[in-house]
Every structure is written in structure tokens, then in C-alpha cells.
């Protein structure tokens, strides 16, 4: 079955500080993953789109990676700003049958 | 800017009452979707579009219908609201370009009583 687990739920970190979020996915064949970012209230916003051959992707302050191998992605934010505090969502397409399959996401806080 | 605008962005209405929300896009691409957001579920498809008058449904589809007689418009539909279809709409339009990136709108928040 198609899935996409992300890790952790929810995090607080203080303004500044690093993290890092999971995201592990069941999806086959694979075709690319993305990471996107939703302010409350907003639509999501996509924030890199990574595809087989990739496996580092740099946006700004974000840098994603994916070993395929693994089945395994991670979002790395540097040097957090309270505007990075959003829900971020890991999204995988398979190239059979074209499906889009989404991660529940992770609720990040960040603590003036 | 993707080009892509939801309405209404809000609407409260009560059980049994039909509703229609519209997505409209700019960018003339093929594929067309309807999701849900539910807290603790994610996002949820409802319905897509991959071309005028070309449907088909997604994981939660029923109560629900949509019809796309052009390009840039892509109706949803509940029949007979009732309170489960409480929740938060997002359209989102396929770029036609591999990888297809994937353009979210700003979502309808409807409520039903």
C-alpha cells in the first residue's frame, strides 16, 4: 500500500535553532517527492520538488534530502525565524497510475 | 501567483442545502483537483480532472460531484450538505511539465450546520 509517514507530528523549537523533519514513504514506482509549506489558513506552498536522481535540493534556509534507497527524505531548516512556523507536508507521486499520495504533515512552532 | 482562485472562501450553510465551490485557473493546465483537510487526516482527494468533461473520483468521493465544461473552471458540488462535509477545500492545478508541480489555492472554508 502506498503510504507516507511523517515525523514528528509536532515540534517547538526556540528562533535560531536547526531542525529536522522525517518523512518516510512506501510509494512504487517512484517518481518525485515534494515538500511543502502551509501557513494557517493558507494553501500549501511548494518548497522543493525532488526527483530519482536527486538527493540534496537547497531552497534558502531549506535544504531536503532524499536517498531513494531508503525510501527516506528529510527537511532541514537553518537558523529558524518565527515566520517558519507552519505545518509541513511531505507529498510522493508514483508513476504508475499517476497518484499523489500525502504525508499528514509536521506542525512546526517557533518560540520567539 | 499561481493563477489559481477558490470561491467563495468562506460559506456557512445548514444540513441538506446544496453548495458549489469554484475553482478558476489562469494557467490553462490539464489536470484539476478537489482535496479535503481534516485535522488529524491530512489532505484528501476528492475529485479530479484531467481535461474538459474528464473526471474521475478520488478516496472520499462520495456526497460529492464535479464538472468541468471548460479548461480554467473546475465546480464542485455537495448535493445535500451535511455536517461530515464540514471542513477546508483546496483546489490545486497540475503543472503539465514534468515533474508537474503541483499549485495549491487558497482553500473554501465551508461549514455546515
Known sequence: K????QSPQSLIILEGKNCTLQCNYTVSPFSNLRWYKQDTGRGPVSLTIMTFSENTKSNGRYTATLDAD???????????????SASYICVVSSVRDDKIIFGKGTRLHILP | DAGITQSPRHKVTETGTPVT???HQTENHRYMYWYR????????????????????????????????SKTEDFL???????SSQTSVYFCAIRADRAPGELFFGEGSRLTVL
Open chain 2, 37 to 68: 483537510q481534516d485535522p488529524g487526516h491530512g489532505l484528501r482527494l476528492i475529485h479530479y480532472s484531467y481535461g474538459v468533461k474528464d473526471t474521475d473520483k478520488g478516496e472520499v468521493s462520495d456526497g460529492y460531484s464535479v464538472s468541468r
Open chain 1, 70 to 84: 531508503t525510501k527516506q527524505s528529510s527537511l532541514h531548516i537553518t537558523a529558524s525565524q518565527l515566520s517558519d
Open chain 1, 2 to 5: 502506498n503510504q507516507v509517514e
Open chain 2, 76 to 82: 464542485l458540488t455537495l448535493e445535500s450538505a451535511t
Open chain 2, 21 to 23: 465551490l469554484r475553482c
